[in-house]
């Protein structure tokens, strides 16, 4: 099954953004309570104070809280402002491009579109001896080994498209002087890198026939030429499920609902 660090390395690799490892000491001056760290897009896996050789760990959002794209550490009511001469060492990871959170924003975004009304059917003997079948929603958990790179694919995308709306708004640059920078390069080269992933996923997709590109299977519904009503729909089951029918429930289109609320007549002939 899948592990969520493991496919958040494989964006990362993807992305080429794989970040570097710091540790800062901050010295206290006695008047702030705000220090910059050396790194941006910083994510913090442990602070602690070091005073006569012992070091207590520092809780977040308690103790101290993080402005992690500017790269800042604030200390709260817990330490307030830093004693003079007081030492804290802070020790995490900085992204390159996108932060920890960041990217587990687009992630979670991937994982909705690539398992997207997708289930995994778990046969089980309930207490009474009998086979019962279970659908649990498909997700990171339960998510097969051989989909990691198609999601994580899809993440990467996903993150690309954040980065080409900042490229967006940069500008080529002509001096008098005959200088030119070419800004919108970046957008151009963001763009055909999406292109060619989209691709990639795509094809992913098409040949273990999954994600937002797999071939799915609907049932027509059948409308009784007795009453008009929609004839029910029932989920197909093994032979051996001896659990009661699991009625389908799909979607009806009602754009064209009449909104007044007016009740209809129920004699025949006279609704409307």
Not at 95 to 109: I, K, P, Q, S, Y
Request: negative net charge; charged residues 25%.
């Amino acid at each position: 099954m899948a592990d969520n660090t493991r496919i958040m390395n494989r964006v990362r690799s993807l992305l080429g953004d794989f970040g570097t490892e710091f540790r800062d000491v901050l010295t206290g001056v006695g008047e702030l309570d705000e220090y910059d760290l050396s790194e941006t897009n910083t994510t913090i896996t442990k602070a602690f104070t070091l005073q006569d050789g012992k070091s207590t760990d520092l809780r977040p959002g308690v103790d101290y809280t993080v402005a992690a794209r500017e790269g800042r550490i604030i200390f709260r009511d817990g330490i307030g402002v830093l004693p003079l001469g007081a030492v804290v060492i802070v020790e995490g990871r900085a992204g390159g491009m996108f932060d920890d959170e960041e990217l587990a924003l687009h992630l979670h975004d991937a994982v909705l579109q690539h398992c997207s009304d997708r289930v995994i059917t778990v046969r089980y003997r309930s207490k009474e001896g009998f086979y019962r079948y279970d659908d649990e929603p498909l997700g990171i958990a339960n998510l097969p080994e051989v989909e990691e790179l198609p999601l994580a694919t899809l993440a990467a995308i996903n993150a690309l498209w954040a980065l080409v709306t900042d490229a967006a708004s940069d500008v080529d640059i002509n001096t008098a002087e005959g200088t030119h920078i070419s800004r919108s390069q970046r957008y151009t080269q963001l763009l055909a890198q999406i292109e060619n992933m989209e691709t990639r996923y795509k094809e992913l997709c098409q040949q273990l026939n999954v994600g937002l590109y797999r071939i799915e299977q609907a049932t027509l519904r059948r409308v009784s030429r007795d009453n008009n009503r929609l004839v029910p729909i029932f989920t197909s089951r093994e032979y051996d499920d001896s659990a009661y029918p699991t009625r389908q429930l799909p979607p009806i289109d009602k754009r064209n609902e009449d909104a007044s609320g007016i009740p209809s007549p129920v004699i025949s002939g006279l609704t409307g």
